[in-house]
Structure formats: C-alpha cells, structure tokens
C-alpha cells in the first residue's frame, strides 16, 4: 500500500504506462466461457457485505483479496472502476485478464437521485485509451420515478458509442421500486420482472452487436428457462450479496449456467468476502460450476 501511494504522487504518469504494457488476451478463452470478479461497489457508496456495514472500505484489503481471486486457475478477469483497475494496473495483475470499466456509479446507494444514474466512471473513449476489453454499466428502472428515463436515454447513447468502438458492454438492467416505508430501492426479481428489463435492455441503442446482458438469477430459479428466453443476447449472472447462504447461491448460478445464451459469472462481495473467510476456495468453487 504504501508503494501504490508513493507511485501516484510522485508517477501518475505510471498508470498510463502500465495500461500500455499489460498483455491482452479475448473476451472468451478457449472454454468460451467467463468468470468475473467484479469490485465496483465502492464507487457507488456501497461498501457492505451482509451486516458487515464497511465491509469493503479498507482499500489494502480489497486489493488483497483481488489480487488472489484473480490468481486463481479459471478466473478470467476483473470488473471495477478506475480507481481500483489503477491500483491493479500498478501492482501487475492484469496480465492476460479480461478487464471491465465500471461506466456509470453516479446512482449512490441510498440518495434520492439514485435512479438518475449517471456516468460517472469510465467513458466509452477511456476504455479504448486504456486498451481495456469491456464496459458495464448499471440500467435501474422504476416506473414512478423520472429519474429512470433520464438513465435509458443516456445508456442508449453509451451502448451506440462502445458499438462504434467495437467495444463490448455488460448491460445490468433491474426493474425496480420504492420501498413505501423506508425509501429504500428494491430490485424486483419476479419472473416477469426480469424478463421485461432484459427485453428494455436488449432493445436499446442503435446496434446491439456489442451489448451483453448481466442478469440476476430470478427469485424462483426455475423460471430462468423462460425468462432467458427473451433475448438472443449472451449474457453473463451476476452474484449480488448472497449473505451466508453460499451454497444456495452456487445452487441458484449452477441451473442457470445451463442455458445456451449464459456465458458465465461475474461476481463480487460473495466471493471476495465469504462467510468463512476462504476466498480461494469460495472462487474455485464458482469456477468449478463453469
């Protein structure tokens, strides 16, 4: 840590320069396949795993638990914003990883302006800069709020500019609400639900060539089937915050795994941050269901 800190005030410049060495590879390897770690929580304000409320503020930690979870035999790269892809830039681990550009956190957890969800983080001409692989951006969609058409018409504008980059992006779309009580926002993982942000999703932008879809494992599992049904586009599951039901969890990803449109996992706070401690064990596990 102390060395990361000592290179950004003294060498800023070195960020750039270890952007331009890093060894590339594809999107998909040889088992046509993908497994994510994806750390781009903190940039929303979103620090918490379960009740551990700060769980992911100590930067030093995090990076640590990266910087494993991407040594790890299946893992193919890494998704965050451009603080902690700098950071794993400087310290080397990026070498012949998929990297993925967090492009919209400006929705913090828990504001009022949560919905009006804007880019914030990488631009699609970064990407491009930095010789990074993908983006992914983050498309939240409640009926009654304004907020949410002000994040469509931008993320159609996104999707147009990484397609013209030939730049793949991960699209996360949710419907979701309000709670009537507390304020708090809550994802909708209905069947039907799911099925109609995948299909708001998929129609965005003048091309979706490039668009992927990262999606939630819906609340009664065996509706994926159906509910897959709605796009040609591949897609990838997301992890959420799975608290200390691991092996539901792996349950719920390894069903939804079959599907011929799922190409992979991209998860986070589950891995990085298991109920047991073990990190390596907890990404070999979700790598074995691949």
Not at 45 to 62: C, I, Q
Not at 140 to 167: F, K, N, Q, W
């Amino acid at each position: 840590m102390p060395a990361l800190v000592r290179t950004r005030t003294h060498h800023p410049e070195a960020v750039a320069e270890a952007a331009a060495r890093r060894l590339r590879r594809p999107l998909l390897g040889d088992t046509g396949r993908l497994m994510i770690i994806a750390a781009d929580h903190p940039a929303r304000g979103a620090l918490a795993v379960g009740d551990r409320k700060l769980a992911m503020a100590n930067r030093a930690g995090l990076l640590e638990r990266l910087c494993l979870a991407l040594s790890r035999p299946g893992v193919d790269g890494v998704l965050a914003s451009a603080d902690v892809l700098d950071d794993l830039l400087l310290l080397g681990a990026l070498d012949h990883k998929v990297v993925i550009g967090s492009m919209n956190r400006g929705g913090l957890a828990g504001a009022a302006f949560e919905l009006d969800d804007r880019f914030t983080g990488h631009r699609p001409r970064d990407l491009q800069r930095l010789g990074f692989d993908a983006g992914k951006l983050l498309l939240r969609i409640d009926y009654d709020d304004p907020g949410s058409l002000r994040t469509m018409e931008s993320t159609a504008r996104v999707i147009d500019e990484m397609a013209e980059r030939r730049l793949p992006v991960f699209v996360e779309p949710f419907l979701c609400h309000r709670d009537p009580v507390t304020g708090a926002l809550r994802n909708d993982l209905r069947a039907e639900a799911v099925t109609k942000s995948l299909a708001i999703a998929s129609g965005l932008g003048g091309s979706s060539a490039y668009t992927w879809l990262k999606v939630p494992v819906t609340e009664n599992p065996d509706d994926m089937a159906r509910v897959m049904e709605t796009s040609t586009l591949p897609a990838v599951l997301l992890g959420g915050d799975v608290g200390e039901d691991q092996d539901g969890a792996y349950e719920k990803w390894r069903g939804a795994l079959q599907l011929p449109t799922v190409q992979g996992l991209v998860v986070g706070r589950s891995l990085l941050y298991p109920a047991d401690g073990d990190v390596a064990a907890a990404v070999d596990t979700a790598v074995g269901l691949l």
